[in-house]
């Protein structure tokens, strides 16, 4: 978990020195089997899974121990199902932690579920219930099915995730242009109960990688003033002079903490990247699956009260 440090505007440039000190992304952990695994705290961790990496670092706003930047990490009772989910939540107070409880709980109960957009529109439906006082949050929900080397994704009004293309060697959007709707589709989660939720499947190859991110960084300024936006980010990606995983989350704060001195990540910021690799479930995971859907979920989520909640509880 990165330290928190007195001036805000050495925050990237501290962080990439500890990354390259310790060697970050050699230090995986192992995400078990029937495992859920999340929070809305500072962290910074790299899990190893069957086909797949992921390293997740968010940095809640000011410095607090916890923000609205609410993420998960799932893996079935085989291992070859591997799901992520990413959500900026808005609201304060009982508001962030009521959702957040929901969310680990829908994780939970679809742990084993391949299809995911029922999972999302449950999710839409029980943040409606629960952002009554007018919050809402936007989220991308992936699953990554190891046998086919595929990565199904949902987004409900969050911005787009980023895909490197090992074959290629370049960064391209992931904004795919889906099928008409006569439904109300992929709006943000709360704010229309009835919204339906679709899902596109991208295959990936030994190499490729997915960028998830909170608007924090597309919110960042440029030099000549205007927000970085998508566009700035995919340009700022190519222009890494190494693509690898190894530090990219790391080497890509500086280089927008550079942009500009009034990029000092004072919102809640969140980057999830994933990676295929070669790595394949086990023929004991498969074997034991059965037995481990008779068992429960391992939960190893974590949550820390916002400042906003802790505001309010004094104020009450």
């Given amino acids: 978990m990165p330290q928190s440090i007195s001036k805000p505007q050495t925050f ?36 190893r899974l069957p086909g797949m990496s992921i390293c997740l670092y968010s940095h809640p706003y000011g410095h607090d121990s916890s923000g609205g930047d609410v993420y998960y990490l799932s893996s079935c009772a085989a291992g070859r199902l591997t799901r992520l989910l990413l959500a900026d939540v808005s609201g ?8 957040a409880t929901g969310l680990r709980d829908l994780m939970r109960k679809n742990i084993n579920r391949i299809r995911q957009t029922r999972f999302v529109q449950n999710m839409n439906q029980q943040f409606s219930k629960l952002a009554e006082g007018g919050g809402f949050a936007t989220a991308v929900v992936g699953s990554y099915f190891a046998p086919t080397r595929s990565l199904s994704l949902c987004n409900a009004g969050h911005p787009p995730p980023m895909i490197f293309r090992q074959q290629t060697q370049s960064w391209q959007t992931i904004d795919h242009t889906l099928t ?136 009450e």
Avoid at 92 to 99: D, K, M, P, Q, R
Avoid at 249 to 257: M, T, V, Y
């Fill in 92 to 99: 304060h107070g009982a508001t962030v932690s009521g959702i």
């Fill in 180 to 315: 008409p709707s006569k439904q109300i589709t992929d709006t943000p989660l709360g704010v229309l109960e009835a919204a339906e939720y679709r899902e596109f499947t991208l295959p990936l190859q030994t190499g490729d990688m997915v960028l998830c991110y909170s608007d924090a960084i597309i919110e960042s300024e440029t030099p000549a003033g205007p927000m970085l936006g998508t566009t700035g980010l995919l340009k700022l990606l190519a222009d890494l002079d190494d693509p690898r995983p190894a530090n990219l989350i790391a080497r890509l704060l500086e280089r927008i903490q550079s942009l500009s001195p009034a990029n000092n990540f004072q919102d809640d910021t969140t980057m999830m990247l994933c990676w295929a690799t070669d790595q394949r479930a086990s023929t004991k995971n498969n074997l034991l699956a059965p037995f481990r859907m008779l068992g429960t979920v391992s939960d190893n989520t974590g949550w820390y009260a916002t400042r906003q909640e802790r505001s309010d509880a004094v104020a």
């Fill in 12 to 47: 990237a440039k501290t962080y990439l020195m500890s990354k390259t000190t310790t060697g970050n992304n050699t230090d995986e952990e192992r995400l078990q089997c029937m495992e859920v695994w999340g929070g809305n705290r500072a962290t910074d961790r790299c899990f």
